[in-house]
């Protein structure tokens, strides 16, 4: 007689599934985080480079407006001055739900409270959206002294990598990003010029994260094990 076959029991079926399974719950959100940073990452390069690109061609053409010249034009005028010839827009955020945003101030900050930015303002800064889906938000106004005298134009740039869409935190999909007018110019992560002390105290669960963008520069463009990702 021949021998017989040996097999999986049931039970050792149903053992090695387990394990399996185990092994996946484990390891599969870890890979699922590693991409999603991966890709925050390439995204915020990606929207610094576009805007580098758009704001070094209309330096070279038109400059930078000073805070008087700013503080005597409208934010349309201002768009429509320096940006809108060099940079490619596909959808003018006229009212936030035009660009995807369920409410008019849907950012959190890394700790978690609510952040007082409203998506669109027109009286002070043009919203707009590139095709990529990254919402763009140059802004526009100056800030006054107590003795009402303008004192400097505001250069930050706010940038949503994914428009709309959730979570809306800065940090993970919303960063601020500056525009510099020496050495060069060109567009930095808003903190570059702040010690390494005040970004990580900025970009962490007891911040804000307006400095985060800077905090993943300074990392080799990585996202690190101290980040405020959760």
């Known amino acids: ?13 149903l053992i ?6 185990v092994v996946a719950a484990i390891t599969i959100p870890g890979l699922i985080e590693t991409y999603q940073k991966q890709a925050t990452v390439n995204k915020l390069k990606k929207a610094i480079s576009i805007l580098n690109q758009a ?6 053409d038109v400059g930078e407006p000073d805070a008087t ?15 809108a010839p060099y940079i490619k827009v596909i959808t003018m955020c006229s009212t936030y739900k035009v660009c995807g945003y369920t409410t008019p101030t849907p950012w ?14 027109p009286r002070l800064r043009t919203t707009f959206m590139t095709p ?3 919402v763009y938000i140059p802004l526009y106004q100056t800030w006054k002294n107590n003795a009402g005298e303008e004192k400097k134009n505001l250069y930050d740039v706010i940038v ?6 959730l979570p809306n935190k800065l940090g993970r999909d919303v960063f601020f990003l500056t525009r510099v007018t020496t050495d060069g110019g060109g567009i930095r992560c808003l903190g570059y010029d702040k010690s390494d002390e005040e970004i990580n105290q900025n970009c962490s669960k007891s911040g804000t994260g307006d400095y985060c963008a800077e905090k993943i520069r300074r990392a080799g463009w990585k996202i690190q094990k101290d980040y405020p990702w959760k």
């Open 1 to 13: 007689m021949g021998k017989m076959k040996k097999g999986f029991t049931l039970a050792e079926t």
């Open 16 to 21: 090695t599934l387990g394990i399996i399974g």
């Open 55 to 60: 704001y070094k061609l209309s330096f070279d």
């Open 69 to 83: 010249i700013q503080s005597e034009m409208t934010s349309t005028e201002y768009f429509n001055t320096y940006w």
């Open 108 to 121: 959190t900050n890394t700790n978690g409270n609510k952040n007082s930015w409203f998506v669109v303002e």
């Open 132 to 134: 990529d889906g990254f």
């Open 160 to 165: 949503d990598i994914n428009n709309g869409e």
